[in-house]
């Protein structure tokens, strides 16, 4: 699933494409915004929150949308070939007269007021990407997850929104945690959290992650040259796939 370094690519890529322009065009095919009709409004901005897209118009309403597995938002010229849409994993269309953007196999769409954004995505942590963090708050939802494996902390978007399996495993590497270690037995919360940070906004600037641990199983490590290993957080069938080092994130002894 993208995670929110690549939420935020595709939201600035929105803004840049429709910001201050008229919608020509609008073809939500989802079945609860079906007949939401956009067309003469103007794109106010796109921003993104943790995993989630927040489209605005100036008519006081926002488009949500959610990528999940395989959705994927893309930007044409406005009367090419792409921009006609015409994939049966086309799920919205939103045009100006000179740029289209298509969204496909998007996993969430709802249209609702701007004022009432709080319905989706208010149950969500601080987003780890937001020009200011919440430290606190974050810190405050972390403390109440108790034993949880850190891992699956980090990946829990309740707690702080945007990291997923990359970020969950190369802030865990960079910081030599073993994944399972219980959440309040880390040290400093505070700064496993900015070092995801960090990362991500890293990937947002230049388009990669870090890649020094995630996707890299049994292949050296970086740094000490063990095998890289992949264990497992959360249970089915929610679990997702943690790669670490065995001896730079050895358990915590005792």
Do not use: N
């Amino acid at each position: 699933m993208p995670e929110g370094d690549v939420l935020r690519r595709t939201a600035q890529r929105l803004d840049v494409a429709l910001t201050g322009h008229v919608v020509v065009r609008s073809d939500l095919r989802w079945p609860s915004a079906a007949t939401v009709d956009l067309v003469g409004t103007t794109v106010v901005g796109t921003r993104s929150y943790g995993k989630h897209l927040l489209t605005r118009f100036d008519d006081g309403r926002t488009l949500h949308t959610h990528l999940r597995m395989e959705g994927r938002w893309r930007v044409a010229r406005t009367g090419s070939p792409q921009a006609a849409a015409r994939s049966d994993e086309v799920r919205a269309v939103l045009a100006t007269q000179e740029w289209t953007a298509v969204g496909y196999q998007l996993g969430m769409l709802d249209v609702v007021r701007t004022t009432d954004e709080h319905a989706v995505i208010g149950h969500l942590g601080p987003d780890l990407l937001g020009e200011t963090v919440d430290a606190e708050e974050a810190l405050r939802r972390w403390a109440a997850r108790r034993a949880t494996p850190v891992a699956e902390v980090l990946l829990d978007q309740r707690v702080v929104a945007g990291i997923g399996t990359i970020y969950a495993a190369e802030s865990l590497f960079a910081e030599r945690i073993w994944p399972w270690t219980p959440a309040d037995a880390v040290r400093d919360p505070s700064r496993l959290l900015a070092v995801a940070r960090r990362q991500m906004q890293q990937s947002v600037a230049s388009g990669r992650p870090p890649g020094r641990v995630h996707g890299r199983l049994r292949q050296p490590c970086v740094r000490c040259g063990t095998p890289i290993a992949v264990g497992q957080a959360r249970k089915p069938p929610m679990e997702r796939p943690i790669f670490y080092c065995p001896r730079c994130q050895a358990p915590p002894t005792g």
